[in-house]
Structures are given as structure tokens and as C-alpha cells.
């Protein structure tokens, strides 16, 4: 590994000096040496209800607050709007090739692009410390333990700092200690911004040592050109402030707390919504209650066990340790100028984990487009939940690496989503079983959202979400989960996709309109962009799926009556959603349209490749045609940052290309991340941070050809590495090794008896492995060990 000759003589002052030095070693560590400037700087604690961006200041620390609960409105809100008969006159419209019309029709009679809503921020608490001629300062987030800290010197004594977000107590814990023989004297108050001029919350302290933040969720809001509204009504919500001294004294004003000569101060915020509970202020005063009974280490203790027991069942380690002298801004910079860093593609990695761990924790809700960090009342892009592939991004590692646990949150929401999509279904399509469009929030409100046909005019979202049920089955083998949840789930999906479909005059196939591509549009004939047409690929490679996973499904469960003969007989008839051009690339529409944009960041029709699996090497002409796409796209600007490039890095994966996925993952190192490795959309979006941890899995393990594939695209920088915990289709735990960029030791446990075919660089071998065996096999596929 080669490094800038101004790097090496840094790290020979580091070894004689000691300058430099991180103040933790440990390889999860991200750490700076000077303040968060701004929210983007700041560093994300979380417990998957409640979350927090840490600034890290030691004059003026800010602490964003956030709970996943914050919206506006209720249940209540969107019905129907459209018709079946508004259905047919639009397809009509599209035989006649009236596209256009088509176009403003569908936003016309069916969107309810008027309405808007947007997670919303806690607030903030604020801590103005007493302090003066400060050195030394640290700060760090080790996403091991999931804790924020920050720490500084005052005339040779130590002032820290110290957040984390505790899911088994559900508090926000800050702890600030000193060493000063004085202590230090410092206050707080905790407030959330007004929405659009009006007030949102009330402050008050009513005992000596707590504040409360009264308020509920409104949203100012109207449709362009229209009067602005307020919304009146959202969840209600509390949020409790309490405090303990130890070596000090406190005060408590109209809405802060004063401290004095502090030694040690714990600081604890609960908040409980009217989504979660009924009573919630009730439910704080439980949360404090306990709290009572349990001292900081006791908290402390508690958090960590459980969150390093999902956190710890995967390690990666690709090498490059030494630069963890430099800080995280540090090393940022020298990838912009070209230096490798192998252990920050790790640290990334592992980031992702923390963040789905810290944002969707059994009990809670989803991560949304932000997680669950958001420190607007109107966030980018509403922070909710996005159906045309951002939400599924989210959950992309949520298999592979060893975390279906953080699934639970993303079925309890769908299982509320499918149940208004078949109301939705019936009453504006006229047809069986569930449908969701293309964006959702709180409320998992299934209608079409758009302002323009080629955003929102999708009805495949809850074809693409539904997946999520069919791969979690696969990676945990819960046939219980099947029967009560996944497979009620796809056969809902398929029901509405047996009454969507229409027989093509053309050719007598089964067909899908109207349709659109995601956000993207084409040329009509007449020269100008449309969105809306029929026989799209990405449309029909998802109807595909559905229908496959759902006879699988059923398959797996003995059923077998008049409907999963009815979609058999339709998958057989079905359009087909993968076509080569004359150009030799995937056809995104079912004719050679010209693109208005021909980079776009969207590759729809290579779903099949990724996260589907219908584009294998099995045809070699599809995984050909697959590659000239993306090219395509790349060639002409496409692929930007954030979730778009993390996509680029799980197509070159399922490619088997490893030098493509590690330019795409410098590309998304240099380009793709703040100081905090948050992802930049740009603005912030987490999906992308998910994205690459997944693309990072799928280059070290494969496991949907119904085989395993080992190290299928290990670039050769990775030289010597390792990576402990992956899980592959079948509940099957894998460790891999490599040296020299070969597999070295391969190891393999199962909880139930199988037999498991492995595939590695044009070896195959078929294994036997028993419940109470763990194998290691070498790189030729032999066991040489078992236990």
C-alpha cells in the first residue's frame, strides 16, 4: 500500500512523538479534532425511537433531538380519488397514443399532490458551558458501543462529555464530568423551532432539576399557488428534561436548568408520542420512574449488552489500521487526493450497520429517508418513506449482514400499508388485493402523490417493498413469518397485479398500464418527453417477482388451489420485462424510445439484476447487456452521489466485477459522504449509507443463484482481510478469509442440517453440514477442519 511521502514522515513523528494520537484505538472509531460546524458535522446516536446529532461543542454544544413519531395528521386523511372508469378512459388515451393527455390526466384525476407532510425535529437541547483557554479537545463516535463523546482540557484538567441513545431504558443519556478540583459550572435548556413563524412547543420547569417540552406536530402547508394552511391537528407529544448532581449544585429557571461546580451531572430526556401511546405523559413518568432504580454505569451497562449483541455478530477488517493516527476529516482529505484507505471502506461499512441498528430497532418504526436524524419541521424530500427504491435501500443489509431483526419495524408499518392498499385498490381501481404508489409517510397512506407523471405515477411500490417479506423469510428460514406475514403479504400484491394486467391486442401477452419508469421520461414521437406508456421493464420484472415469490411461498406452505393456478397460468402469459435493444442494452420501455436524459440516476430496468435476480451469469447475453446499460448510464454523467452510485456498487457486484465496484467505491468515499460519512444526496439521505454496506456484502458473499458464490468481486487492494458474521439465503452463518486476494479459510454453520453448494473462481463443491458442526474449508473448497 503506498502512501504520500508527506504521510510517512507523519506517522514516524506519530511513533516518536506520540502526536497525533487518537484517544481510542479501537477500529470502529470515527474522530475529530475540532467541533461539528454544523448539523452535517454533527454525530448520530440512536436507540431506533429516539435519536440525537451531537455537535461536540465545549462553549456551545448543541444537541438535535429526534423521535421517529413527529408527523402531522392522522390515519385519517386520503381516501380514493380516482375511478375505474378515470382508469380506462387513461389507457385508452395510451393505445390511441395520446401520451400526453395520459400524462396530465393520471396527475389530474388520481394524485393528491396537494397534501404534504414532513417528519419533523424534536428540537434541541443547548448546553452554554462556563469555559475558558480550552485545549486539547477531542471528539468521537464509537459505533461499536454507539456512544458520542467529547472531551477537552482546561489549565491541565479534563472536562468530557459523553451521549447515547439506551433502547432497553428508551432515554437519551448525557453524561458531562470533570476532573477540575472546581468542577464547572455550565446550563441548559432544550426548545424546537417554530413552524413558519408559529409556536410549536412550550418550555417549563416544574421541579428544581427537570424541564418539559409540551407541544403537537402541525405542518404549514398548501399546494403551489394555493392559500397556505395550517395543519391543526399531528401526534401529540412530551418531552422531560431531568437531571442529577453529584459534587455540585442546581437551579432551575422559567425554561432552563443552571449548574454550578459540577463534578458529574447525568443528564436523561424521555419523550413519548399519541402515535405510541395513548396516555404518553403517563408513559414518561414510567420511563423516569424506572430510571430511579438504575445508576449511569448500571444504564450504561444495559445499553451496551444489548446493543452489542446485534452490533458484534459481524467484523470486517481490510487492513490500512495505520491511518487510524489521523482523524476521520484527515483521512477524508487524502481520499480526495488519491490516497487508499481500506479501513475507512470498513468503517463505512460497519457504519451502515450502526445507523440501521441505531434508526429501526424492534418496536419502532421504520428508518425513513433520514433515518431517523432530522433536524428540520419541513425536511428535504418530507424525511418519509419512499417506495421507488429508497425505503427498500434501507433494508438492502438488513439480511446479509446478520440484522433481520431491524426488518420488524419495516413489517409492522407494510402490514398497516397493505391493509389501506387493499381498501385503496377496491375502491379507486376497482380491482382485488393491495396496492401503494410511490411515496408514503407516517400513516402508510397508499395513493399516488405527484405534482408530474414521471414522479409519483408509479403503482409498483408496494410490488417492490413486498420483496422484503419473501427475503427475509429467505435469510432466517421462518416458516411461521411465511405463513402469518409474508405470504398473506405477496398474495395481496399478486391479487392486484392478476386484475391489473390487460391482454395486448399486439400479441396477446399480459401487460401493464398505464405505466412510468421512476422519475424518468422518453421521447415521444411527436419529439417531446412523456412519462406515462405500458409494457415498461421495470413494471413487469417486478409483477414477475411478485408472482414468483408468491408460488414460492406457497410451495413452501402446501397451498395449492384456484388462485395460485390463476397466476401461474398469468406469469406464464406475462409481458416480458427484459428486452435487448438493437444497441445490445436492457430496454427500459417496451419500444427503443430516445431519453431525454440519458444519464439518469435511476436504472429501473436493471432491477432484475439487482436486488432481483432474473439477470444471472446462467445468460450470458442478459449479464452482457446489463453491463452495456450501466455503462451507458455512467458515460453519460449518470450515477451522482449518494444511494444512486451505492446502487452502481451492488450492480457491479452481481457483474462479478471487482475493479468496477472498488472505482465506484472510491468515487462514493470521495463524493458521497459528509465528515460524519452521513451520505450526501446531496442533501443528507441515509440510504446510500445502506446501500454501500449492502454493495459491500454482495462483493464478499452471494447467495441468491440458490448456491453460495465466495468472494465474487474481491478487488485485488482488498489484498489480505477478513470478514466473520455474513449471513447467506438459507440461515447460513459465513466467515471468509483471504490472503494475496484468495480465499484462505472459509467457514460455515447452520442451525438446522443441509446440504450447501458453493461456487469459487470455477470451483463447485457440494458440502454436507449438521446442525452441531461448524466446517472450515480451504480455497480449494475442501474440509480441512470441523468442530
Keep these: 500500500m503506498k502512501y504520500p511521502i508527506f504521510l510517512v514522515l507523519y506517522f514516524v513523528l506519530n511513533f516518536f512523538t506520540g502526536f497525533g494520537q487518537q484517544p481510542n484505538s479501537k477500529k470502529d472509531l470515527l474522530w475529530y479534532e475540532s467541533p461539528a460546524e454544523n448539523w452535517d458535522n454533527a454525530l448520530p446516536v440512536g436507540n431506533g425511537r429516539l435519536g440525537a446529532m451531537v455537535f461536540g461543542d465545549p462553549v456551545n454544544e448543541r444537541i438535535q433531538l429526534n423521535e421517529d413519531s413527529m408527523w402531522p395528521g392522522g390515519p385519517e386523511w386520503g381516501n380514493s380519488k380516482g375511478t375505474p372508469k378515470d382508469l380506462a378512459q387513461i389507457r385508452e388515451l395510451i393505445r390511441e397514443g395520446r401520451v400526453h393527455l395520459a400524462d396530465s390526466l393520471i396527475v389530474e384525476k388520481f394524485s393528491y399532490k396537494g397534501v404534504t407532510r414532513s417528519h419533523q425535529t424534536m428540537g434541541d437541547l443547548f448546553i452554554n458551558y462556563?469555559?475558558?483557554?480550552?485545549?486539547?479537545?477531542?471528539?468521537?463516535?464509537?459505533?461499536?458501543?454507539?456512544?458520542?463523546?467529547?472531551?477537552?482540557?482546561?489549565?491541565?484538567?479534563?472536562?468530557?462529555?459523553?451521549?447515547?441513545?439506551?433502547?432497553?431504558?428508551?432515554?437519551?443519556?448525557?453524561?458531562?464530568?470533570?476532573?477540575?478540583?472546581?468542577?464547572?459550572?455550565?446550563?441548559?435548556?432544550?426548545?424546537?423551532?417554530?413552524?413558519?413563524?408559529?409556536?410549536?412547543?412550550?418550555?417549563?420547569?416544574?421541579?428544581?432539576?427537570?424541564?418539559?417540552?409540551?407541544?403537537?406536530?402541525?405542518?404549514?402547508?398548501?399546494?403551489?399557488?394555493?392559500?397556505?394552511?395550517?395543519?391543526?391537528?399531528?401526534?401529540?407529544?412530551?418531552?422531560?428534561?431531568?437531571?442529577?448532581?453529584?459534587?455540585?449544585?442546581?437551579?432551575?429557571?422559567?425554561d432552563?436548568?443552571?449548574?454550578?461546580?459540577?463534578?458529574?451531572?447525568?443528564?436523561?430526556?424521555?419523550?413519548?408520542?399519541?402515535?405510541?401511546?395513548?396516555?404518553?405523559?403517563?408513559?414518561?413518568?414510567?420511563?423516569?420512574q424506572s430510571l430511579e432504580n438504575k445508576n449511569y454505569t448500571e444504564i450504561l451497562s444495559r445499553h451496551l449488552k444489548e446493543y452489542q449483541k446485534y452490533f458484534n455478530r459481524v467484523s470486517l477488517d481490510l487492513g490500512g489500521h495505520e491511518l487510524d493516527t489521523l482523524s476521520t476529516k484527515q483521512r477524508l482529505k487524502l481520499v480526495k487526493e488519491g490516497t487508499q484507505d481500506p479501513d475507512l471502506t470498513a468503517k463505512l461499512f460497519q457504519y451502515g450497520r450502526y445507523l440501521l441498528i441505531s434508526s429501526s430497532r424492534p418496536g419502532t418504526n421504520p428508518a425513513n429517508l433520514q433515518g431517523i436524524w432530522n433536524e428540520h419541521i419541513e425536511a428535504p424530500w418530507n424525511a418519509d418513506y419512499h417506495l421507488n427504491i429508497n425505503l427498500q435501500m434501507n433494508y438492502w443489509p438488513a439480511g446479509p449482514t446478520n440484522l433481520s431483526e431491524m426488518h420488524e419495524p419495516l413489517f409492522d408499518f407494510l402490514d398497516r400499508l397493505t391493509v389501506r392498499g387493499k381498501k385503496l385498490a377496491q375502491e379507486q381501481y376497482g380491482m382485488n388485493g393491495a396496492v401503494a404508489h410511490q411515496a408514503t409517510d407516517l400513516w402508510a397512506a397508499p395513493w399516488m402523490r405527484a405534482e408530474k407523471p414521471y414522479w409519483g405515477s408509479w403503482i409498483h411500490g408496494g410490488g417492490w417493498i413486498v420483496r422484503q417479506y419473501w427475503d427475509h423469510f429467505q435469510f432466517t428460514q421462518d416458516t411461521v413469518f411465511l405463513r402469518e406475514r409474508a405470504y398473506p403479504a405477496l398474495k395481496a400484491y399478486a391479487e392486484f397485479y392478476a386484475d391489473w394486467l390487460t391482454e395486448d391486442e399486439r400479441d396477446s401477452t399480459l401487460i401493464s398500464y398505464p405505466e412510468t419508469s421512476p422519475e424518468n421520461s422518453y421521447i415521444a414521437p411527436d419529439g417531446k418527453s412523456a412519462a406515462v406508456s405500458r409494457g415498461n421493464a421495470m413494471g413487469h420484472q417486478i409483477i414477475a417477482e411478485v408472482f414468483q415469490n408468491t408460488l414460492s411461498a406457497a410451495s413452501i406452505l402446501g397451498i395449492s388451489n384456484d388462485f395460485t393456478q390463476e397466476i401461474s397460468q398469468k406469469l406464464k402469459r406475462l409481458h416480458p420485462g427484459i428486452k435487448i435493444a438493437s444497441d445490445g442494452r436492457i430496454m427500459e420501455w417496451d419500444r427503443e424510445y430516445k431519453e431525454p436524459e440519458k444519464g439518469h440516476r435511476h436504472i429501473s430496468h436493471l432491477y432484475a439484476l439487482y436486488p432481483g435476480n432474473a439477470i444471472s451469469m446462467e445468460n450470458p447475453e442478459l449479464f452482457e447487456a446489463a453491463r452495456k446499460t450501466i455503462e451507458y448510464r455512467l458515460d453519460h454523467g449518470g450515477a451522482g452521489p449518494g444511494w444512486s452510485r451505492a446502487w452502481i456498487i451492488n450492480?457491479?457486484?452481481?457483474?462479478?466485477?471487482?475493479?468496477?465496484?472498488?472505482?465506484?467505491?472510491?468515487?462514493?468515499?470521495?463524493?458521497s459522504i459528509y465528515p460524519n460519512l452521513l451520505d450526501i444526496h446531496p442533501p443528507f439521505q441515509i440510504d446510500g449509507n445502506f446501500g454501500f454496506t449492502a454493495g459491500l456484502a454482495e462483493m464478499l458473499l452471494q447467495s441468491h443463484e440458490g448456491f453460495l458464490r465466495i468472494l465474487p468481486a474481491l478487488p485485488k487492494e482488498w489484498t489480505n482481510g477478513e470478514i466473520n458474521g455474513l449471513k447467506a439465503r438459507g440461515n447460513i452463518r459465513v466467515d471468509i478469509s483471504w490472503k494475496n486476494a484468495e480465499l484462505d479459510l472459509l467457514t460455515l454453520a447452520s442451525e438446522t442440517d443441509k446440504k450447501i453448494n458453493l461456487k469459487y473462481r470455477g470451483l463447485e463443491r457440494e458440502i454436507e453440514l449438521k446442525s452441531d458442526q461448524v466446517l472450515h474449508l480451504n480455497k480449494d473448497l475442501n474440509v480441512v477442519n470441523q468442530e
Design 130 to 254: 462556563k469555559n475558558n483557554d480550552i485545549s486539547d479537545y477531542r471528539r468521537s463516535l464509537d459505533i461499536s458501543t454507539g456512544i458520542a463523546r467529547s472531551s477537552w482540557k482546561i489549565n491541565g484538567h479534563t472536562v468530557s462529555q459523553e451521549v447515547f441513545a439506551s433502547a432497553p431504558d428508551e432515554v437519551l443519556v448525557v453524561k458531562i464530568a470533570t476532573d477540575l478540583p472546581q468542577g464547572i459550572d455550565f446550563s441548559l435548556k432544550i426548545s424546537r423551532p417554530d413552524d413558519h413563524g408559529h409556536p410549536t412547543v412550550s418550555v417549563s420547569s416544574s421541579q428544581n432539576n427537570l424541564l418539559k417540552m409540551n407541544g403537537m406536530v402541525t405542518q404549514f402547508g398548501g399546494a403551489k399557488g394555493s392559500k397556505p394552511f395550517i395543519i391543526d391537528h399531528g401526534v401529540k407529544f412530551e418531552t422531560i428534561l431531568k437531571a442529577k448532581v453529584e459534587q455540585g449544585s442546581m437551579e432551575a429557571g422559567k
Design 256 to 288: 432552563s436548568l443552571s449548574f454550578q461546580n459540577v463534578h458529574e451531572a447525568v443528564i436523561y430526556i424521555v419523550c413519548n408520542t399519541s402515535f405510541y401511546h395513548k396516555d404518553f405523559a403517563a408513559q414518561n413518568q414510567k420511563t423516569l
Design 651 to 671: 450492480f457491479y457486484a452481481r457483474l462479478q466485477d471487482p475493479e468496477a465496484c472498488y472505482k465506484h467505491i472510491q468515487i462514493f468515499k470521495e463524493h
